[in-house]
């Protein structure tokens, strides 16, 4: 009896050893063909495009540029028109100091804020507003440098006042946004009355230090924009497998800061487009068969906007979505070489975290593979959180246990140490085991994320990324 136990404890054993060390080859085969070239050309197409907002003309170009990308690749796809929405077009601004000369050039990298009203030429004496001053009529006629974060409210005190043009550089962080602006935006309203410029760090001290000093200063601005009604458009591209049932590989098309967001999200784009283009080319050429789960690669319109519609389009077949791979900001990291998987603070997220942790283990410190990886507790803040039943509640749709999860190599604009869900530590991960820092972007929601600072930099991010999905793909779907 117990030697027929040990033959069949001994099948068992082998026979995973097999399927593993047999899908090796498949794997290895993948990764080779993922292309930084080809992720790196998609950013760059993108970013020219412009902010590629949901609903507006950069936006509606770019569902173009990834609905031709998916059907080159052979895949079907469909593109998904959601509701109309107020969006706001930036199609051009000037802001210079006039006086005094010695400063025409200092201003650069600013960027307007999205839902500012058109303005024509107009030259106004600049006057401050301290972080803790009141709001007063002496402002009238004035522009206004504040350190401040313009709330709505703030905004109200400022146009009754008669002031006729906002200069934020908020957060005023050495440390942060030194030479590029932190984009914020107004209300979402087609009624404001003045502009706001976002300025860098660099640029808001230095006129503050004239202001200061008592130095006259004169700027002159003008701004034409378009705040509109326009439909976000979502591109739904699938690759058919022998079950209805699918993978949802998903990134946020537009910027969503406003901005030109190379890294958020541009290169989760291009993730996605090369995925797509990689499994295609390898069933295609007999590498790989018809997988066993279907695979549906989706660029959102607008991030979370987009999601919620997609959602609410599909909330009688949310139960064949058998798991969400997000991919949000994998182009940069300003401290570390690290691949993360979020959220292992699910209970419902264990068996699909447990494949991306021993992808992480796995391949960490081999030719062409990531430094560091770790799955890491939620934080919030993306697309992937749409489909997790609190937030299925809110949207008032069946609730649905959906794994979802978000694939990224940078968060938010400085860097974040928080504790690891215990039972979580990845022999990946070359940090502290009872705590995951998460690495930054430089340039998060700024006026330079563009390729030259983010993706171009770093271009092994993207094909991380990709290389981490699509192995745990092949071990999911095939």
């Not at 609903?55 to 593109?79: E, H, Q, W």
Request: aromatic share 10%.
């Amino acid at each position: 009896m117990t030697s027929i136990r040990g033959f069949l404890a001994a099948v068992v054993f082998f026979g995973i050893v097999f399927n593993v060390s047999a899908q090796h080859p498949k794997e290895r085969a993948f990764a080779q063909k993922v292309s930084q070239t080809s992720m790196r050309n998609h950013v760059r197409n993108l970013v020219a495009s412009g902010n590629r907002l949901g609903g507006t003309p950069s936006g509606d170009k770019s569902t173009d540029y990834v609905s031709r990308s998916f059907k080159r690749s052979g895949l079907a796809t469909m593109i998904e028109v959601d509701p109309e929405k107020l969006v706001s077009i930036n199609h051009e601004w000037q802001l210079q100091v006039m006086e005094p000369r010695r400063l025409r050039q200092l201003i650069r990298n600013e960027w307007l804020g999205g839902y500012s009203p058109s303005v024509s030429r107009t030259t106004a004496p600049l006057q401050l507003l301290e972080q803790e001053e009141g709001v007063t009529s002496e402002l009238s006629g004035a522009a206004v440098l504040t350190e401040r974060q313009v709330t709505d409210r703030l905004y109200q005190s400022l146009v009754n006042a008669g002031v006729v043009c906002i200069l934020s550089y908020a957060p005023a962080d050495s440390t942060l946004y030194s030479d590029w602006a932190m984009i914020s935006d107004l209300r979402e309203s087609n009624a404001n009355a003045i502009p706001l410029f976002n300025l860098s760090y660099g640029n808001g001290t230095r006129l503050r230090k004239e202001l200061d000093q008592n130095t006259p200063v004169t700027i002159r601005f003008m701004s034409r924009t378009t705040i509109t009604s326009g439909s976000p458009k979502t591109v739904v591209a699938t690759l058919p497998g022998k079950s209805g049932k699918y993978y949802l590989v998903c990134a946020h098309g537009d910027s969503d800061s406003g901005g030109p967001g190379a890294d958020d999200n541009a290169s989760g784009v291009a993730g996605v487009l090369e995925l797509a283009r990689v499994f295609s080319s390898m069933m295609q050429s007999g590498q790989l068969s018809v997988p066993e789960k279907s695979i549906k690669f989706v660029i959102w319109g607008s991030e979370y906007y987009s999601t919620e519609h997609y959602v609410k389009r599909h909330q009688e077949q949310l139960e064949e979505i058998l798991g969400v791979l997000n991919y949000d900001e994998i182009g940069t990291g300003a401290s570390r070489d690290c691949l993360y998987f979020e959220s292992n603070d699910v209970p419902y997220h264990e068996d699909l975290m447990k494949i991306f942790n021993a992808v992480g283990e796995e391949y960490v410190d081999k030719p062409g593979f990531w430094k560091e990886a770790t799955t890491n507790p939620s934080q919030g803040g993306t697309d992937s959180y749409v489909f997790m039943p609190e937030y299925l509640d809110r949207l008032d749709v069946p609730r649905a246990t959906i794994p979802s999860i978000t694939i990224y190599t940078a968060a938010w604009n400085r860097p974040r140490t928080i504790p690891q869900t215990p039972g979580w530590t990845s022999r990946a991960w070359k940090g502290h085991p009872d705590s995951v820092t998460i690495d930054y972007s430089r340039y998060y929601h700024s006026s330079l994320d563009i390729p030259e600072r983010t993706t171009e930099r770093e271009p092994f991010n993207m094909s991380w990324a990709v290389k981490a999905v699509g192995i745990a793909l092949l071990r999911l779907a095939w």
